[in-house]
């Protein structure tokens, strides 16, 4: 599976949009991008998956460039709940059977 | 729809005990199904998968064991107990053509 790079934390205000990037340089052609979100003591969430351009859903956008060298997660009008641990992940996810590789992923704080 | 249950939510248990987690998949067939752990403050670590009955991969080498019965159950073992063995123990399922991968609520191991 492809390495991804993504901060490590991240601050920010309720109402504000907040946009997550996440480099993954050596993707393959058949990796798929996917954003989870998990929350203390939960498992991780899936968000959003794309393989090129733009992905949008009722939760999040995902913006990926034509390179596909990197992408970024959207996430609009944040409030207080979405503080949490956002985890971005490149491989063939389709049911792959080989399992996902999470990082450390990106922790956002969002402030009233 | 799929739902994943996995119990217990938490466990205390002493060094050298024994240990079996479990986790169900229901309104699916032949899920590859995976076992990851979590330490404090990291992010998360495949320990096993399973494509099929019978099927277990270790991706680590440690003090546990997995096995799959049953198409939709997958358990988690250790004969005994160490206290590197404490964590946040996920169960997670994927199908074919799903995108990503639905975790369960998890269980938190302590060893003391």
């Known amino acids: 599976l492809a390495k991804t790079t993504q901060p490590i934390s991240m601050d920010s205000y309720e109402g504000q949009e907040v946009n997550i990037t996440c480099s993954h340089n050596?993707?393959?052609?058949?990796?798929?991008i996917t954003w989870y979100q998990q929350f203390p003591s939960q498992g991780p969430r899936f968000i959003i998956q794309g393989y090129k351009t733009k992905v949008t859903n009722e939760v999040a956008s995902l913006f990926i460039p034509a390179d596909r060298k990197s992408s970024t997660l959207s996430l609009p009008r944040v409030s207080l709940s979405d503080t949490a641990v956002y985890y971005c992940?490149?491989?063939?996810?389709?049911?792959?059977?080989?399992?996902?590789?999470f990082g450390k992923g990106t922790h956002l704080i969002i402030q009233p | 729809s799929q739902t994943i249950h996995q119990w217990p939510a938490t466990l205390v248990q002493p060094v050298g005990s024994p240990l079996s987690l479990e986790c169900t998949v229901e309104?699916?067939?032949?899920?590859?199904l995976y076992w990851y752990r979590q330490a404090a403050g990291r992010g998360l670590q495949l320990l096993f998968y399973s494509v099929g009955i019978g099927q277990i991969s270790s991706e680590v080498p440690q003090n546990l064991s997995a096995s799959r019965p049953q198409d939709r159950q997958f358990i988690l073992s250790s004969k005994k107990l160490l206290l590197s063995d404490s964590g946040f123990y996920l169960c997670?399922?994927?199908?074919?053509?799903?995108?990503?991968?639905?975790f369960g609520s998890g269980t938190r191991l302590t060893v003391v």
């Open positions: 050596n993707i393959a052609t058949n990796d798929y």
């Open positions: 997670a399922w994927a199908g074919t053509g799903v995108n990503g991968y639905t």
């Open positions: 992940l490149v491989g063939d996810t389709r049911g792959g059977a080989d399992g996902l590789t």
């Open positions: 309104g699916t067939s032949n899920p590859n």
